[in-house]
């Protein structure tokens, strides 16, 4: 039984980890993005708050998506992610706690 609970503590650590790895990756193409001037410092701060703050895991696994598709293509890759969640980047959202926030940057 011990060793059932130190595998399950030992995938649950290495998926905290990945995930933190994953998170890093997809905020630096999204920099990048910027950078090569395929979307503007305003979308890109708002999309990196709302990924690391209110993104489902759906939302978050559609991201993940179109970056591994569309790398190659960062114009259609910005296009893509810019139509995709302008709207829910730029609205106000509560959190389940009911806590409301407006983000301005």
């Known amino acids: 039984m011990e060793s059932l609970k130190d595998s399950i503590l030992a995938r649950k650590t290495r998926t905290k980890a990945s995930d933190g ?9 999204i920099q990048r993005l910027e950078r090569e001037g395929h979307i503007d410092t305003g979308f ?17 696994r559609i ?9 190659e293509d960062p114009a259609s890759l910005a296009g893509q992610l810019v139509d995709t969640f302008s709207q829910v ?16 940057h």
């Not at 701060?45 to 978050?60: D, T």
């Not at 980047?89 to 301005?104: I, Q």
């Open 21 to 29: 790895q994953d998170f890093g990756y997809y905020v630096k193409v």
């Open 44 to 60: 890109r701060k708002k999309f990196i708050s709302w990924y690391s703050l209110r993104a489902s895991q759906q939302e978050v």
């Open 63 to 71: 991201v993940k998506v179109f970056v591994d598709a569309l790398m």
């Open 89 to 104: 980047v730029t609205s106000n959202t509560c959190f389940s706690t009911g806590l409301c926030l407006k983000l301005f």
